[in-house]
């Protein structure tokens, strides 16, 4: 169960940072705004997954990192919630 | 997808060439009768009643089209089809091909490529062709 | 402090996944409707999480719709690739 879980929770990560990289990439090739918003967003989640990594499989008793995985996470929504109100609409 | 039968190109060509329905809809119009030549009231009087454009916006429109290689005017600013390419010719047979066959997906089509950055947000997640 | 920012998380990805639900019926894109319920997963085991006080549990449910809105995202992306010899606009 517990290699089950390292490896559901890792794949949840690396999820997190293709997603990252992929919308990266993009905004690098085609210099939509929305997408370095979207970028920003997958940044913090992915630091958010990292930590809910550490937090849970690998130091599930040691730490409690709730309030470090809550801020990158907010931070990045905050991001992408801006990106979609200002700048996913054309003109 | 029920649209998946559209071609890249095909997809490219209304993105760039027809950013709406009414503008699908003064194409095709003229294509109908690629030897005529019409004028604006003309054209306007026999768009369908449901087309919702202005005198002003059809102008622009058609200027939009020649600016594309779609139409001609000639000196009483009449206007012709008039295709600059083979490509070009073929696109818009496709055009009126999928508008007499799959109406609603052609239109549903062209609003979805009119939304083009939440379209590239879904792009970002394609590998190829970047 | 920690309470505060989960319920703003929350709702945080509550709004993100209505977004994504309305460029889905502006797109016909699916990956905008797999995103959707992707959030809604996010939102409910950031919500669930703190309602129950699970937050070290990682066989949860609770943290399994986490797991799962990011296999769904997982899915998409692949789905968006094996089906881009064709326009999936």
Known sequence: ?91 | MEDSAFSEAFCRFIQTAVPSVPVAELLLLIFKQPERWWTLPELLGELPRDVNITEAGAVTSLESLRSRGLVEFDDNKRVRYRAASDALDAQVHTLAQAYNERPVTLIRMIYALRDTRIQSFADAFKFRKR | MVEFLSGAVTLAYLIAALFFLRFWRKTADRLFLVFTVAFVLFALNQGLAHMLAVYHEPSSFIYALRVLGFVLILIAIVDKNVSSGKSTR
């Open chain 1, 1 to 91: 169960m517990e290699t089950f879980n390292f490896i559901l929770y890792l794949m949840a990560v690396l999820t997190c940072l293709a997603c990252t990289v992929l919308l990266g990439s993009s905004y690098m090739h085609t210099g939509v705004r929305m997408l370095l918003w979207s970028t920003l967003c997958f940044v913090g989640l992915s630091v958010s997954n990292i930590l809910l990594f550490f937090d849970l499989i690998v130091y599930p008793t040691e730490v409690d990192l709730r309030l470090w995985r809550l801020l990158p996470a907010l931070a990045g929504l905050l991001f992408l919630l801006y990106g979609f109100i200002w700048e996913s609409e054309d003109n």
